[in-house]
């Protein structure tokens, strides 16, 4: 079986998870980049109907961040965000495992 993990950090940070799944290893991997919100800021958030407002609201509030996709052997993983947290030890980041039921791939 498989697992999907992905790691939300900072702009900043990028490179430190880039090079922690490099020493475990892991060299295929994907960068999302987004707009979000974190949960002390959205708590007390509250959308207008209005939906230019509310993309305005959602533009004005919201922080950049990157997003790491890796896919690795579920075996693996637990020892894998062990590493991640140890290295972004200090800095705000999320982890989060996803099981691969099914993986399809079409090269060339």
């Known amino acids: ?3 999907m993990v992905k790691i939300f950090v900072d702009h900043e940070h990028l490179v430190r998870v ?3 799944l490099t020493e475990l290893g892991i060299t295929g991997f994907y960068l999302v980049e987004y707009q979000g919100m974190a949960p002390k800021t959205w708590k007390t958030f509250r959308l207008s109907e209005n939906l230019d407002m509310a993309l305005k609201a959602i533009r004005d509030h919201s922080e950049p961040g990157v997003m790491v996709n890796t896919v690795v052997g579920s075996d693996k993983c637990e020892k894998i965000i062990k590493q991640l947290e140890e290295a972004l030890k200090g800095i705000r980041y999320t982890i989060i495992g996803h099981k691969v039921t099914s993986i399809k791939v079409k090269g060339d």
């Open 18 to 20: 880039i090079n922690t």
């Open 1 to 3: 079986m498989k697992t």
